[in-house]
């Protein structure tokens, strides 16, 4: 059983960046890959990219490509999601979640990152 | 990219009923779709993965089927906690896509 853990809320100008982590217990690190899902207010759920760290590969939505960076540090446990160039509509919740083949197994408790002038 | 549509986008329905929510896929997927459940105010959890293999810990009521491009999310008697939001999503190739989600409400 994996347990995700994520950093706290952020409030963010438009323009900066946001940097969200995610701790992982209680499984083999390696096992997995991790996950980010943004949810925007009353919408549905976008899957944003991944990070493999066996592999030490990351993989992106075309859509984010240039803006996210997804980085596993084996040495901690921990998954980071950086986000670049923020505006208005990166408004939402951001999960990590954890797979270990096809389907997203476990799921932190999700951050909101709020883009405010 | 691999489009994912489901229907209905919300429906209602009372205590005990059979529901069936589906999901469509803008090619074939074999096997490679899941289900989400996901609460008011909380976190996204899975349901079902490889479209019709339950997780564990999740009532038998809920179950999945099909393959290739149509998919069915059956929950056999609705109970007053399944009010949620229900989201197939396919992992057959990159960038993996979700529907745009199911409201389920109670009568």
């Known amino acids: 059983q994996v347990q995700l853990v994520q950093s706290g809320a952020e409030v963010k100008k438009p323009g900066s960046s946001v940097k969200v982590s995610c701790k992982a217990s209680?499984?083999?690190?390696?096992?997995?890959?991790f996950n980010w899902v943004r949810q925007a207010p009353g919408q549905g759920l976008e899957w944003m990219g991944r990070?493999?760290?066996?592999?030490?590969?990351?993989h992106y939505v075309q859509k984010f490509q240039g803006r996210v960076t997804i980085i596993a540090d084996e040495s901690t446990t921990t998954v980071y999601m950086e986000l670049s160039n923020l505006t208005f509509e990166d408004t939402a919740v951001y999960y990590c979640?954890?797979?270990?083949?096809?389907?997203?197994?476990?799921w932190g408790q999700g951050t909101l990152v709020t883009v405010s002038s | 990219d691999i489009q994912v549509t489901q229907s209905p986008s919300s429906l209602s329905a009372s205590v005990g009923d059979r529901v069936t929510i589906t999901c469509r896929a803008s090619?074939?997927?074999?096997?490679?779709l899941n289900w989400y459940q996901q609460e008011p105010g909380k976190t996204p959890k899975l349901l079902i993965y490889?479209?019709?293999t339950l997780q564990s810990g999740v009532p038998s009521r809920f179950s999945g089927s099909g393959s290739g491009t149509d998919f069915t999310l059956t929950i056999s008697s609705l109970q007053p906690e399944d009010y949620a939001t229900y989201y197939c999503?396919?992992?057959?190739?990159?960038?993996?896509?979700f529907g745009q989600g199911t409201k389920v409400e109670i009568k």
């Open positions: 979640a954890a797979a270990y083949s096809g389907s997203l197994d476990y």
């Open positions: 209680g499984g083999i690190f390696n096992k997995y890959a």
């Open positions: 990070s493999i760290p066996i592999f030490g590969t990351a």
């Open positions: 090619q074939s997927i074999g096997a490679f």
């Open positions: 490889a479209a019709s």
């Open positions: 999503q396919q992992s057959y190739s990159t960038p993996w896509t």
